[in-house]
T-cell receptor, first 115, second 111 residues
Framework: SAVISQKPSRDICQRGTSLTIQCQVDSQVTMMFWYRQQPGQSLTLIATANQGSEATYESGFVIDKFPISRPNLTFSTLTVSNMSPEDSSIYLC????????????FGSGTQLSVL | QKEVEQNSGPLSVPEGAIASLNCTYSDRGSQSFFWYRQYSGKSPELIMSIYSNGDKEDGRFTAQLNKASQYVSLLIRDSQPSDSATYLCAVNEGSNYQLIWGAGTKLIIKP
């Protein structure tokens, strides 16, 4: 499967600031996904990022709060804007691969704490 | 609303025994089913996928799917302390590549 590098691995940020999370894949992929996992919870899809088009956001997530870039088939960024303590979560990028069926693989995640 | 249900646990199993993890889903049109393992502080790791009714075995892991009952399970044989983790069930209905996630079952293997 693809190697997915995500950075930073963790950060502690002040309220009202923004953080950009980077996701690099070692092969070209069509679809990249950004997830959030709040403490003790399961995964919630934030948006789907396709190269060359606007990201598609899930209900409850908006572009102004979570702008996404997808400049090419191996890279994407997610920005968490104007952060509040409620944004403290693990943020995960993931890619879809066809390995005997479509399967989802994850980067190592970004642990974000907002003070 | 499409849902995937899992018992949150924790499920405690003695080392060497069989751990049985269960998952039910609401959408009868679901076509792909996945089990992910997530260690504390780490990202989810795909361990099994299953697409048709019956059993699928991979080493100590067996996934079981019953579409009529809308039920998928994961069996872990000869459980090891290293199997202690949260196991997430995910289901894809097939219309696009979006997974519906269960809340996860925390498994504890006791030496």
């Amino acid at each position: 499967s693809a190697v997915i590098s995500q950075k930073p691995s963790r950060d502690i940020c002040q309220r009202g600031t923004s953080l950009t999370i980077q996701c690099q894949v070692d092969s070209q992929v069509t679809m990249m996904f950004w997830y959030r996992q709040q403490p003790g919870q399961s995964l919630t899809l934030i948006a789907t990022a396709n190269q060359g088009s606007e990201a598609t956001y899930e209900s409850g997530f908006v572009i102004d709060k979570f702008p996404i870039s997808r400049p090419n088939l191996t890279f994407s960024t997610l920005t968490v804007s104007n952060m509040s303590p409620e944004d403290s979560s693990i943020y995960l990028c993931s890619v879809e691969e066809s390995l005997g069926g479509e399967k989802l693989f994850f980067g190592s995640g970004t642990q974000l704490s907002v003070l | 609303q499409k849902e995937v249900e899992q018992n949150s646990g924790p499920l405690s199993v003695p080392e060497g025994a069989i751990a049985s993890l269960n998952c039910t889903y609401s959408d009868r049109g679901s076509q792909s089913f996945f089990w992910y393992r997530q260690y504390s502080g780490k990202s989810p790791e795909l361990i099994m996928s299953i697409y048709s009714n019956g059993d699928k075995e991979d080493g100590r892991f067996t996934a079981q799917l019953n579409k009529a009952s809308q039920y998928v399970s994961l069996l872990i044989r000869d459980s090891q302390p290293s199997d202690s983790a949260t196991y997430l069930c995910a289901v894809n209905e097939g219309s696009n590549y979006q997974l519906i996630w269960g809340a996860g079952t925390k498994l504890i293997i006791k030496p």
